[in-house]
């Protein structure tokens, strides 16, 4: 995993831990009735549930990133070695004259 992805991995984990201590805390914080406050537990599940949709989706879209750049730069690698492998074959047979 790169710098950048565990960077972006370690934020999506961040920002929903905030959410949910800074759910409770407003919880907490603000006493009301039993069904006000299972109504706002589902809303702000609801909303989690939403956020770490959207943070799977960003995450899942950078690894694509990554795994497509590392596969291009295999292939590149590929290239390179089986043109200087061609070079040196070619190299050795006009040193041998055939």
Not at 9 to 30: D, N
Not at 62 to 73: D, H, S, T, W, Y
């Amino acid at each position: 995993m790169t710098n950048e992805q565990n960077t972006i991995l370690g934020l999506g984990v961040s920002f929903l831990v905030g959410c949910v201590v800074g759910g409770i805390a407003g919880l907490l914080a603000a006493p009301q009735s039993g069904a006000r406050t299972r109504r706002q537990i589902a809303s702000f599940a609801d909303d989690v549930r939403e956020r770490a949709g959207e943070a799977t989706e960003e995450t899942t879209a950078v690894i694509q990133r990554a795994i497509n750049k590392g596969r291009n730069l295999a292939e590149e690698a590929t290239e390179d070695t089986t043109a200087a492998i061609q070079r040196v074959i070619d190299k050795g047979r006009n040193l041998v004259g055939t």
